[in-house]
């Protein structure tokens, strides 16, 4: 478990690339007019406009980075490219030299690498990059789909379905709506949030694309089910299903000296006051209903920062699918087992709302290259705190804020709280 550390911690800013893929209008793919005219960004490429980005949005050295952590998942599958701390060196002149190290938790990777950052701060690091980055778009998407089953148990899950990942949450939305008699309209409405904030957003997958209750509550042709499993194939639609992305996201995480070393106070910064990270076995399941990993990490980052769950006014949480939303709500403490649907029915969870969560879109909205989304969500708390959202930014400037980032199944944890330093 985390503990309180007498050393400060801050996120100083950060930036997001364009998440990409197949539904974004400025993706390259075989039905696009520029097909064979241009290529989409390289694993390479959206990793360094990431980290030029947050150099430039917090105006820190780059020589002043003592030293760098990457989230990626399946680098070497999707692009045949291990070794990503030197490709995280790579990205400036100044970086040369630098300790840059690669993290791997499946889907929280991201949240890892933040982690990551957190200890080097309280170790006595002053000013540490961290980044994250996957391209996913290289292969179909049942090949896609076989290389992410990784972050399931491979040997004992992987024959479930040829989408493995959508057919385990299908088997957990199946178990979850028998539990608790959540229809499929409440999970439809997950969705309709989802891309009506995407819509607001410049850098998220789906900005063009709509959608409404009427198709998010219903398997049709414009939303079908397309699990082979028969027992699951009805719980899962397109619409319930994170996006298949390219991207990155990079922030600079720095001590007070750090802050200091960039010309800049708490109040240009959020700090970070606790954070949980809990990791669950591979090899068993439990209930389904219930998010327990992320409620351990919940529990573990509450209580580190002398935070209750009603304190935090923004979150982003992990929806890999639409009941995953649902089920981090609760687990994350904002609403009781089977009572996360009603927050969405009822608006709180809206960008107007009481308790605005995923502003940008989420991972179905905005994007999922796995290896970015923990580090793209500290950047998006960052951006509502500091009222940098745009055309989603909240009404007023939250002064608490949520992420939980999710590795697996609800394997592998990440829960970060943070407060508006100014």
């Known amino acids: 478990m985390s503990t309180a550390h007498p050393r400060r911690v801050f996120v100083l800013g950060g930036a997001n690339t364009a998440f990409i893929g197949k539904g974004h209008p400025d993706f390259v793919w075989k039905n696009h007019a520029d097909f064979g005219k241009r290529e989409n960004p390289t694993i390479e490429e959206h990793l360094a406009t990431a980290v030029a980005d947050a150099f430039t949005t917090t105006g820190v050295d780059p020589e002043r980075v003592d030293k760098g952590y990457i989230g990626n998942f399946v680098g070497e599958l999707f692009c045949q490219q291990g070794h990503l701390g030197a490709a995280l060196a790579g990205c400036h002149p100044g970086l040369a030299g630098k300790a840059m190290t690669r993290v791997e938790a499946a889907c929280a990777s991201g949240g890892l690498a933040l982690a990551s950052a957190i200890d080097a701060i309280r170790a006595g690091n002053d000013t540490v990059l961290v980044a994250g980055v996957e391209v996913q778009t290289t292969v179909s998407a049942r090949e896609g789909a ?7 148990h491979y040997r004992r899950q992987r024959s479930i379905d040829e989408f493995t990942f959508p057919a385990l949450f299908g088997r957990r939305t199946k178990a979850y709506r028998e539990r608790y008699g959540v229809t499929e309209e409440d999970i439809g409405r997950v969705a309709v949030k989802a891309y009506a904030n995407a819509n607001k957003n410049p850098l998220a997958h789906m900005k063009a694309r709509k959608m409404d209750l009427a198709t998010a509550a219903a398997a049709g042709d414009r939303n079908p089910c397309f699990l082979q499993h028969p027992e699951y194939a009805p719980f899962i639609k397109m619409s ?6 390219d991207g990155a996201s990079a922030c600079l995480v720095v001590s007070e000296a750090g802050l200091r070393a960039a010309g800049k106070t708490p109040a240009d910064a959020i700090e970070i006051v606790g954070y949980g990270h809990s990791t669950a076995s591979l090899y068993e399941d439990g209930d389904l209903t219930q998010l327990w990993t992320t409620k351990a990490a919940a529990e573990k980052a509450y209580a580190v920062a002398g935070i209750v769950p ?24 904002f609403a009781d087992p089977g009572q996360g649907a009603a927050l969405v029915r009822d608006g709180v969870t809206n960008i107007d709302g009481a308790l605005p969560v995923n502003t940008g879109g989420g991972l179905v909205g905005f994007g999922h290259p796995v290896g ?13 705190m500091k009222g940098r959202s745009g055309a989603y930014q909240m009404p007023s400037a939250p002064g608490i804020g949520l992420t939980a980032n999710m590795g697996g199944d609800d394997r592998t944890v990440m829960v970060t709280l943070y407060r508006n330093a100014g």
Do not use: P
């Open 146 to 152: 076989d290389y992410l089953a990784r972050a399931s």
């Open 240 to 245: 319930d299903c994170s996006q298949v992305s």
């Open 310 to 333: 009603k304190d935090v006014q923004v979150a982003e949480v992990h929806d890999c699918f639409t009941v995953t939303e649902l089920l981090m709500l609760e687990a994350v403490g």
């Open 372 to 384: 970015a989304t923990g580090v793209k969500q500290a950047v998006e708390i960052w951006k509502q």
